[in-house]
């Protein structure tokens, strides 16, 4: 009789141990009294948190802060009309640059035209830059072609692995997107893109960067962007870390146009593009203040396409620049010729270009997204996060996301960063969270994959994540 006694108290005892189990569980689904703050991640051996302590350092004042840096000031300094003048008639000079063109000739036809800009890379690239043709098909409406994107590689010297990617197509067109015989121009359409690209490549090519950047000469854009869609594929396949793809599309401006550029970036209050978007645009206002950039939230004009399209696609940061205002007379049409180019116009987009990439590729590492969790006072978040050893300092943004520009941000020293408290801020307002480092020069990195926090913080996740790539 002992036996069926002792289940009995084994079975009770059992069933009073799940109750409890029970119990703690529905408590630990009630609301919290307090939220616990997180201690800082774990170091690893290339980062470190700069105290062990795990100190909140609180509202941070800090005198690293983004300045104009005296090399790139330089290097903008260096860019020259009468280089992009003579680029842009020499794109002119091959007569037509259309995909289905002749690719034999050396005077005329897109084969001519992408072996100039090929042995122009080697010649501009101090030896530092590494150039490939990128062979691909392309069929389009019943007729195909052998097509090459022209790649030229300025390898970084950082630790970073980085890569990023300035673009311009050198294909044109006439009326018909397969006449390959007839004359067309394509001087601002988009050989001032082209001019742009080499001379970039001439400028940068003199220094080493921490980032790689690639300088892209697509073809076949204009019968659906074909070449920056292989290019871009390839480069997801192999895993490249693009931090940014920046596409210079007629860029040349002409007379009385106003001094501005616009940039497209897709659902730019929530996408990586629109991050990159805000990014460009406030380094052009640090260097070039009085040419403005001018935010267009969408991927392109309406009923029009560009190469960063296909960047966009896969999932890469990607922006178009474009000029203010388009003439539709000159599109696809003789009369796109060098001579209507304002190339005090396109020399200043070629200096933006310049400030932007050089700011990129010569700054510290693009840093990973922080923990953030909000405090006990309302209006206070930590953000804790591994500190960069390049890194001299931090700056913080968290953005009004109805505000299409970052607002005023707060920088921190890198010795009282990973661990930093923010408070004052609006609890009723819903903020995208982002941080980027900056060197001992004031270069500024790109920012980190925007976080969302206040009210409205989960439908902005969540749109973030489903929307675009």
């Known amino acids: 009789m002992g036996w069926p006694v002792s289940r009995a108290i084994i079975r009770t005892f059992l069933l009073l141990a799940l109750g409890l189990l029970s119990l703690a569980g529905c408590s630990l689904l009630e609301p919290q009294p307090q939220l616990v703050i997180p201690t800082p991640p774990a170091a690893t051996p290339a980062l470190f948190i700069p105290d062990a302590s795990g100190q909140i ?29 003579a680029y842009v008639r020499q794109m002119e000079s091959f007569g037509t640059r259309n995909a289905f063109s002749d690719t034999q000739s050396e005077t005329f036809g897109i084969g001519a035209a992408r072996r100039w800009i090929f042995n122009e890379f ?21 007729y195909s072609a052998d097509q090459s994107n022209v790649v030229a590689t300025l390898p970084g010297a950082g630790g970073g692995n980085g890569v990023i990617v300035i673009m311009a197509h ?10 390959g015989a007839s004359r067309a121009t394509g001087a601002n359409d988009n050989g001032s893109g082209v001019a742009l690209l080499l001379e970039t490549a001439r400028i940068m090519s003199s220094r080493q960067w921490n980032q790689t950047i690639v300088f892209l000469a697509t073809s076949a854009e204009e019968q659906g962007s074909f070449g920056a869609r292989y290019f871009a594929e390839n480069a997801f396949l192999d895993s490249e870390n693009v931090i940014a793809a920046l596409n210079y599309d007629a860029v040349g401006g002409r007379a009385g146009i106003p001094q501005h550029v616009r940039l497209f970036a897709v659902e730019y209050a929530i996408s990586r593009h629109g991050a990159l978007g805000r990014y460009y645009e406030y380094i052009a206002g640090l260097y070039l203040p009085t040419f403005p950039v001018l935010i267009q939230d969408a991927l392109d004009r309406e009923g029009r396409w ?56 010569g700054g510290p590492q693009q840093p990973q997204p922080p923990l953030v969790a909000g405090m006990a006072e309302p209006g206070a978040f930590l953000l804790t996060w591994p500190v960069d050893p390049v890194a001299a300092g931090y700056a913080i943004s968290f953005r009004p996301v109805d505000s299409i520009y970052y607002p ?13 408290a923010l408070t004052g801020l609006d609890p009723n307002v819903t903020y995208a969270v982002s941080i980027a480092a900056l060197n001992d020069r004031g270069l500024l990195s790109g920012f980190s994959i925007e976080q969302f926090v206040g009210p409205d913080a989960a439908s902005y996740n969540s749109g973030a994540l489903s929307s675009v790539p």
């Open 306 to 361: 560009g190469d960063h399209r296909e960047f966009v696609a896969v999932g890469f940061p990607a922006i178009r620049v474009i000029e203010s205002v388009e003439d539709p007379e000159l599109l696809n049409s003789n009369r796109d010729t060098w001579d209507l180019i304002d190339y005090n116009y396109l020399q200043r987009v070629a200096q933006i270009n310049l400030a932007v990439a050089a700011n990129l590729a």
């Open 122 to 142: 080697l010649r501009v690239g101090n030896g530092r830059l590494q150039v490939e043709f990128q062979d691909f098909p392309m069929s389009y409406s019943g």
């Open 170 to 179: 050198y294909d044109d067109r006439p009326a018909d997107a397969t006449d």
């Open 57 to 85: 350092v609180t509202d941070p004042v800090s005198d690293v802060v983004p300045t104009i840096d005296p090399l790139i000031e330089a290097l903008i300094q260096e860019t020259s009309q009468q280089q992009l003048i």
């Open 408 to 420: 005023t941000f707060k920088f921190v020293k890198s010795e009282n960063a990973g661990n930093v």
